[in-house]
């Protein structure tokens, strides 16, 4: 079985802390995601990796940058927390190559509140 | 621009009884579609998917039907159980890049 999991599952920080999400998946996969979830919005991706040192921009980046110096962990770092950053924080990771054919895996989410 | 949308944000189903679920996107390049479920403080757990080159897919309870000219596909599940009362997102690719783009969700609930 896959196993994607996140350090946290619910954080609360101050507006202005550096944060750090991390995410850890255990099936050798070369893709990782990082997205969030709001209400009436679905899920939005911020960021993608595609091998290690990679990244690509998804359709939400600004306030956000990642990390991914090794194949199993993807980080996501908000830079400066911004109130309007409270949000559910979805990790995911796939198999390698384009997505056509190749289902997500989801780590539990991360509720962060940012206050 | 949302190019997949799921225009329902509720539905509620008698246990027993068919749930039809909907998603339309505008987006004619997208050929991989996906199907999720989620629990409430849970991430997305996959159910089902379906290729462009076929207009049906089923997996026990579940089916997804795909309306290329229509740009549209529905999950039916078959017979709807308390235990599927969730929200369910569909995703959309194409297969020329490494992400999805998914709906705004429909959250379904079964009553007993």
């Known amino acids: 079985d896959v196993k994607v999991t996140q350090s946290s599952r619910y954080l609360v920080k101050r507006t202005g802390e550096k944060v750090f999400l991390e995410c850890v998946q255990d099936?050798?996969?070369?893709?990782m995601f990082w997205y969030r979830q709001d209400p009436g919005l679905g899920l939005r991706l911020i960021y993608f990796?595609?091998?290690?040192?990679?990244?690509e921009k998804g359709d939400i980046p600004e306030g956000y940058s990642v990390s991914r110096e090794k194949k199993e962990r993807f980080s996501l770092i908000l830079e400066s927390a911004s109130t309007n950053q409270t949000s559910m924080y979805l990790c995911?990771?796939?198999?390698?190559?384009?997505?056509?054919?190749?289902?997500?895996?989801f780590g539990p989410g991360t509720r962060l509140t940012v206050t | 621009d949302q190019q997949v949308k799921q225009n329902s944000p509720s539905l509620s189903v008698q246990e027993g009884r068919i749930s039809i679920l909907n998603c339309d996107y505008t987006?004619?390049?997208?050929?991989?579609f996906l199907w999720y479920k989620k629990y409430p403080a849970e991430g997305p757990t996959f159910l089902i998917s379906?290729?462009?080159?076929?207009d049906k897919n089923e997996d026990g309870r579940f089916t997804v039907f795909l309306n290329k000219s229509a740009k549209h596909l529905s999950l039916h599940i078959v017979p709807s159980q308390p235990g599927d009362s969730a929200v369910y997102f569909c995703?959309?690719?194409?297969?020329?890049?490494?992400?999805?783009?998914f709906g705004t969700g429909t959250r379904l609930k079964v009553l007993a």
């Open positions: 987006n004619s390049m997208f050929d991989y």
């Open positions: 990796s595609y091998d290690v040192k990679m990244k």
């Open positions: 379906i290729s462009s080159i076929k």
């Open positions: 995911a990771s796939s198999f390698p190559g384009l997505a056509g054919g190749y289902e997500q895996y």
């Open positions: 099936m050798d996969h070369e893709n």
């Open positions: 995703a959309a690719s194409d297969s020329g890049t490494y992400k999805y783009i």
